[in-house]
């Protein structure tokens, strides 16, 4: 996997379960605070989108993960 394909996955767990944890609808409810961090993550998300900038996709690449293309 390339690093963008592991931001990707990570960010889309993060935020499935950021979800499940601060939706009061779900069995899994902890605390509505979950919420701010689903927020982070899209803002995350949003930023790295326009500056074509991701500090994870950094690390991942100082670690060894291939960059893509």
């Known amino acids: ?20 944890l601060g939706s009061p609808a779900s069995p ?3 605390s509505s605070w979950w919420l701010a961090f ?10 790295s989108g326009f500056t074509r ?4 996709e950094s690390m991942l690449a100082k670690l060894g993960v291939r960059r893509s293309a």
């Open 28 to 30: 899994f409810f902890h």
């Open 38 to 47: 689903t927020a982070f993550v899209g803002v995350n998300l949003l930023q």
């Open 53 to 56: 900038w991701c500090l994870m």
């Open 1 to 20: 996997m390339n690093t963008w394909q592991i931001v990707r996955v990570v960010a889309g767990v993060f935020i499935l379960l950021s979800l499940a």
